[in-house]
């Protein structure tokens, strides 16, 4: 059973970091890419960045380059998205998803989703 449980949200001020973990199990994570996309209230989903796994290759969005990272625990199966900087506008629920896509920033190209978490970046 496919499965992306994501943690490490929360309140957090301007200029602050937080780190959100996509436990996954159920697949061969060497196999897929794995996404980080964002969705604030009233607006559409958009791709914060990607880790293609089986090439190492990492991808971001320009708005958050330079301030957050993707890795991987290989240990844990384990992905991250280490935010630095917040901005208010970085507020939205936070999603990982598995796939194998062409295009990391298109939802649609991901087959498997976690729940989300909320991040929220307000003084």
């Known amino acids: 059973q496919v499965q992306l449980v994501e943690s490490g949200g929360g309140l957090v001020q301007p200029g602050g970091s937080l780190r959100l973990s996509c436990e996954i199990s159920g697949f061969n994570l060497d196999d897929y890419g794995i996404g980080w996309f964002r969705q604030a209230p009233g607006k559409e989903r958009e791709g914060v960045s990607c880790?293609?796994?089986?090439?190492?290759?990492?991808y971001y969005l320009d708005s958050v380059k330079g301030r957050f990272t993707i890795s991987r625990d290989n240990g844990k199966n384990t992905v991250y998205l280490q935010m630095t900087n917040l901005k208010a506008e970085d507020t939205a629920v936070y999603f990982c998803a598995a796939g194998q896509p062409l295009d990391w920033t298109d939802p649609e190209e991901y087959a498997s989703w976690g729940q989300g978490t909320q991040v929220t970046v307000s003084s």
């Open positions: 880790l293609n796994v089986p090439h190492g290759s990492k």
